[in-house]
T-cell receptor
């Protein structure tokens, strides 16, 4: 059972370039999300999805696009990379029951992105 | 919106001692409080969680307490070991409100052998 798989692990981009960060999970989780982690700022939500075909913005969505064509995959696209997008990006998924309580997240191992 | 404050930002303890990390939250509607451990170069991993209908939860050397009246919750690690060294994050969320998960800024715990 692989859990949440993120690729690539490391990436260097030039300002203005575009790229896609890949995220795949094999746990049949309905909920998937993207976070960025910056020193002293914790984890901030970029975009999330509660199921195939459904996406929504989080706290810091500008400069990023997402789509969810399947339950398993949730790619994050950087449209025109900027130095401010230098960060560590984490994909997370969660079981999404119809009950009253949230469940914890399963995180991927992260993508360390540097924009020069 | 929700605001989660976490203290301390760094914590050093001797092996075998206890470690306590505290978080406060602002939104009284929050009712799910997970804790994550992040080892160097890895993603955060859920280690324990507590829901608002419970005041304390234990799992071996780890325990979490919740005071809803004061809006704070704490992580307690007893008999610390070097492998407990990591960054710990608390979070608060509202059931069913996935976009409302708010993380603390993290505590770097160092266990000195």
């Amino acid at each position: 059972n692989a859990g949440v798989t993120q690729t690539p692990k490391f990436q260097v981009l030039k300002t203005g370039q575009s790229m896609t960060l890949q995220c795949a999970q094999d746990m049949n989780h309905e909920y998937m999300s993207w976070y960025r982690q910056d020193p002293g700022m914790g984890l901030r939500l970029i975009h999330y999805s509660v199921g195939a075909g459904i996406t929504d913005q989080g706290e810091v969505p500008n400069g990023y696009n997402v789509s969810r064509s399947t339950t398993e995959d949730f790619p994050l696209r950087l449209l025109s990379a900027a130095p401010s997008q230098t960060s560590v990006y984490f994909c997370a998924s969660s079981y999404s029951p119809l009950g009253d309580f949230d469940y914890g997240y399963t995180f991927g191992s992260g993508t360390r992105l540097t924009v020069v | 919106g929700e605001n989660v404050e976490q203290h301390p930002s760094t914590l050093s303890v001797q092996e075998g001692d206890s470690a306590v990390i505290k978080c406060t939250y602002s939104d009284s509607a929050s009712n799910y409080f997970p804790w994550y451990k992040q080892e160097l170069g890895k993603g955060p991993q859920l280690i324990i969680d507590i829901r608002s209908n419970v005041g304390e939860k234990k799992d071996q050397r780890i325990a979490v307490t919740l005071n809803k009246t004061a809006k704070h919750f704490s992580l307690h690690i007893t008999e610390t070991q070097p492998e407990d060294s990591a960054v710990y994050f608390c979070a608060a969320s509202i059931a069913g409100g996935y976009q409302k998960v708010t993380f603390g800024t993290g505590t770097k715990l160092q266990v000195i052998p």
